[in-house]
């Protein structure tokens, strides 16, 4: 069995299976025109523990039929797509804090993984669905770090742009 590399953005080197790492649209045509058995794929914007994360989904799904790799579908067919249903183990899966899940959700776009991009969103979407601004602000955990003053003296030395006529 022959192992594919993948290089972290933080320096770490992870084998995958090659049956699991062609999940990855990216790898799957990488492989399909460079058939090599000793490559390396350097994930500059992908951290170790969200590899580690996405293998393990990889991992998973690589029997599943309806995972598909190829992006054949046209813009009608993909905008009829919006069930919010995932499945329990997807959804379980994806239990995590915000920030980790878009991690998860940019390391799928950048290794064309559909399947897995579709579900962070779904994900992302369930977790701000019916929340006020405030709420969302919250979960995203931005924070003001400004005083009153700071605020007013901002708003004082740009009320020029306040101004719309």
């Avoid at 991992?59 to 054949?72: G, W």
């Amino acid at each position: 069995m022959s192992a594919i590399k993948f290089e972290t953005s933080d320096g770490f080197t992870i084998q995958v299976e090659r049956e699991t790492a062609v999940v990855s649209k990216v790898v799957k045509n990488f492989l399909e025109y460079h058939p090599t058995d000793k490559c390396t794929f350097h994930l500059n914007c992908v951290d170790n523990a969200t590899l580690r994360k996405v293998v393990e989904w990889m991992r998973h799904h690589k029997d599943d039929a309806y995972i598909e790799t190829e992006s054949d579908e046209s813009d009608e067919e993909r905008s009829q797509d919006v069930s919010i249903e995932m499945d329990p183990w997807d959804a379980n899966f994806l239990n995590e804090d915000l920030f980790f899940l878009l991690d998860i959700l940019n390391a799928a776009n950048f290794m064309k993984i559909k399947v897995l991009f579709k579900n962070c969103c779904k994900k992302i979407y369930l977790m701000s669905k019916g929340k006020s601004s405030v709420e969302i602000k919250r979960l995203l955990k931005e924070r003001c770090d400004f005083t009153d003053e700071d605020l007013q003296r901002i708003a004082n030395k740009y009320e020029w742009m306040a101004r719309v006529n």
